[in-house]
């Protein structure tokens, strides 16, 4: 799994961060996206994937 982010999309909802934690953080000034890991391990994927799908802007994709 490839994690990438649309930093433009993204409006600092959270969402990704509170489902999962291990693979996406916020900038502390405007708390947009960060993405901790891109090629997270495989214990994280249904994580990551409901991050995207929860996620209001559609910023995350996953490939
Ligand atoms: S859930 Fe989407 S809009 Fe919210 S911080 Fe994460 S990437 Fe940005």
Redesign the pocket.
């Known amino acids: 799994m490839r994690v990438s982010?649309e930093t433009d999309k993204?409006?600092?909802?959270?969402?990704?961060?509170l489902v999962a934690p291990e693979v996406?953080d916020?900038r502390d000034e405007d708390?947009?996206?960060i993405v901790l890991d891109e090629a997270p391990p495989a214990e994280v994927h249904a994580s990551v994937t409901e991050?995207a799908q929860?996620?209001?802007?559609a910023?995350?994709a996953l490939s």
């Open positions: 982010v993204c409006c600092g909802a959270g969402q990704c961060v996406f916020q708390g947009v996206v991050a929860l996620c209001p802007a910023a995350i």
